[in-house]
């Protein structure tokens, strides 16, 4: 389908070469074969073979842009008015704020680890968490009755799993050989 698409246009394009050699004006002769491959683009078969071009892996390969033009597009769309006011509708909008995270959440995490080695970070913060105003909400969080429900739950599980009964249960035992043998 694809051959026979290229192989008309060819086919249509030579014609119009042929009739305009013999013609008096070589620009007409132009004209007309654009505006007939033009046409035949148009079609619905024309649409569907550029479709199937552009579908070919060797023609996305192609097609493919090199890095610094994309970096100099993202910067130049970045860095203009309307570039900003884009971005700021497109974060906004929860699927593609949804599915950018997930392209960067591994750049993401390796920058964080980088950041928690560098100590001007560490510093930050540290005067972050030592923050009067932000001890006094961490304290205010510690009393409300939710997270006391939760330390008693999470408590509860702890103590009733098998590990830390098996710890307790070694723990007793070693303290009543101690008892016993202090006593004898």
Not at 169 to 177: E, G, L
């Amino acid at each position: 389908m694809v051959r026979r698409t290229v192989l008309l246009a060819l086919i249509a394009l030579l014609c119009a070469g042929v009739s305009g050699c013999g013609g008096d004006d070589s620009q007409t002769s132009y004209q007309d074969s654009k505006k007939m491959v033009l046409d035949m683009l148009r079609t619905d078969d024309g649409k569907r073979t550029l479709k199937e071009v552009i579908g070919d892996r060797e023609m996305k390969a192609a097609l493919v842009l090199d890095e610094p033009a994309v970096r100099k597009t993202i910067v130049d769309t970045l860095t203009t008015q309307q570039g900003k006011q884009l971005w700021t509708e497109l974060i906004k909008d929860p699927d593609f704020s949804e599915k950018l995270a997930e392209t960067m959440q591994e750049e993401n995490e390796q920058l964080l680890k980088k950041m928690m080695k560098d100590p001007g970070y560490q510093k930050m913060m540290t005067d972050i968490l030592k923050n009067p105003a932000l001890q006094d909400q961490y304290l205010s969080l510690l009393r409300t009755k939710p997270f006391r429900q939760q330390i008693a739950t999470d408590l509860q599980e702890a103590i009733s799993g098998p590990a830390f009964q098996k710890e307790m249960s070694d723990a007793v035992s070693q303290f009543m050989k101690k008892q016993d043998q202090s006593n004898h």
